[in-house]
């Protein structure tokens, strides 16, 4: 369950003294239902997910990370369409802050803490909620 992997990775930034956790979060089938048809941008949220993204946002404890195979004349247009509602990714299939270390190489493979995909277990029809209700509970997300 995706709120299990976010107070994971809160303890472990308690534990390693960080300053903020990293959130991967896939567009198609996990923050929008896709249309399955090219060119055709999905631009409705499924439940619960725009504002979860706009709290995520605001914090400076939780960067955000576009993950998607989105093509780079789609993703202009996402990203567009998410600064209207006031969600706004650190990066896009990157993490640059997290640099290659003796047991890690991220060239290829940003780092992350949590991941928000669908081909991943993640189930926007029901992972959303907890996830907003975590966000909004005082003693949820912190360290």
């Not at 089938?29 to 499924?46: A, I, N, Q, S, V």
């Not at 619960?48 to 990370?65: G, M, N, P, T």
């Not at 190489?105 to 949590?114: A, G, H, I, L, R």
Request: charged residues 30%; glycine residues 4%.
């Amino acid at each position: 369950m995706i709120v299990r992997a976010i107070t994971t990775a809160c303890r472990t930034a308690r534990e390693r003294n960080w300053t903020r956790i990293y959130w991967a979060v896939d567009i198609h089938g996990t923050m929008m239902p896709p249309t399955h048809r090219g060119g055709d941008l999905p631009r409705t949220f499924y439940d619960h997910a725009r504002e979860v993204l706009q709290l995520a946002s605001k914090r400076e404890d939780i960067c955000l990370i576009l993950y998607t195979c989105s093509h780079d004349h789609e993703l202009k247009e996402y990203l567009t369409l998410f600064r209207e509602h006031d969600i706004h990714f650190d990066f896009v299939n990157e993490n640059p802050e997290v640099q290659n270390t003796a047991y890690g190489n991220y060239d290829k493979k940003p780092y992350f803490n949590v991941l928000f995909e669908d081909k991943a277990g993640f189930d926007p029809e029901s992972d959303w909620l907890p996830v907003l209700e975590l966000l909004k509970d005082p003693a949820g997300i912190r360290w």
